[in-house]
């Protein structure tokens, strides 16, 4: 039995540890006290990161009814990104015993970057199969994944939908070059709602524009498809309705992180209630850019 209103995500999550104006060209380890050490002159930062947290976080945060199946894993990381998507309401399946994941990134006043990622455990997708049916699963790729992932993705997906589940799917621009092209859109057929960005769907489909990708798209399937564009917005259609374009307001020297994870929370938030895929998407539009704007990642939206 569908539970209204019940909105499960399955993907991974992270501890983003942000460094900023430090030097990372040259820089040598000494075995002596001082020489060693660089005092920063602004505080470290941490963030909540990846496809299945942060999307999770948000739809906590919008009163929606959310169960998060992440690769969390028992130890200190764990307990405390389980404790910031707890405190927004989110419901947590079981940790892992295993070690979170955690990405150090340094970064220089230049914008010059330097990452040290921990990966953590793959996601467990076929644990999803255990919760509540959903009224929808947000299901989305992430660094780690291989061919194996897609396919337990897509054994999920249609056994949610089988369910009466709805699914919106992100690829991320993880599985370019990983899987086939035809496994790919095998997946398609599983999904209800495909929210990707205009360069990661050039990957799998030929068109010129946003509309003719999006086209190809509907034409295998889908019924609904949000094309993110950063700056310059948004592009949405569906199956035999209404298409368009979302226009955003622009963001100088902006900080990225979260924007299409806060994107795909508000837009399954605003399709779990009812809303028209228009204003889904226009309303996904408007978190995203405050999250961009915010500079803090999902932690960082607006009341």
Not at 161 to 166: E, P
Not at 167 to 190: C, N, T, Y
Request: charged share 20%; hydrophobic share 50%; net charge negative.
């Amino acid at each position: 039995m569908v539970v209204p209103g019940l909105v499960h995500v399955v993907g991974n999550a992270a501890l983003d540890i942000l460094v900023r104006d430090v030097e990372i060209a040259g820089a040598t380890a000494t075995d002596a006290w001082g020489a060693n050490v660089d005092i920063l002159a602004r505080p470290v930062e941490a963030a909540l990161g990846g496809c299945g947290a942060a999307p999770a976080y948000v739809l906590g945060r919008l009163g929606t009814s959310v169960v998060l199946n992440a690769n969390i894993g028992g130890d200190a990381w764990g307990r405390m990104l389980a404790q910031w998507l707890k405190e927004v309401g989110v419901e947590l399946m079981a940790p892992l015993d295993a070690a979170t994941a955690a990405h150090v990134i340094a970064l220089a006043p230049d914008g010059r970057r330097r990452s040290f990622y921990y990966t953590g455990p793959s996601v467990d997708w076929d644990r999803s199969l255990a919760a509540a049916t959903p009224e929808w699963l947000l299901v989305s790729g992430y660094g780690k994944v291989a061919a194996g992932d897609l396919e337990a993705m897509r054994g999920v997906c249609g056994q949610m939908r089988r369910r009466g589940a709805r699914v919106l799917f992100d690829p991320s621009p993880w599985f370019a070059g990983r899987v086939a092209v035809e496994d790919m859109r095998a997946l398609w057929e599983e999904v209800d709602c495909l929210s990707v960005t205009q360069d990661e769907l050039a990957a799998w489909e030929e068109g010129a524009d946003c509309q003719a990708l999006a086209a190809a798209v509907l034409a295998r399937g889908v019924a609904q498809v949000a094309i993110k564009r950063g700056g310059q917005g948004a592009y949405y259609a569906e199956r035999g309705g209404a298409c368009g374009h979302v226009a955003v307001a622009r963001v100088e020297n902006a900080n990225t992180v979260g924007a299409g994870d806060s994107f795909n929370g508000r837009l399954v938030h605003g399709l779990c209630r009812g809303e028209s895929l228009a204003a889904a998407v226009a309303a996904a539009a408007v978190v995203a850019t405050g999250v961009v704007r915010g500079g803090r990642g999902v932690l960082g939206l607006a009341s």
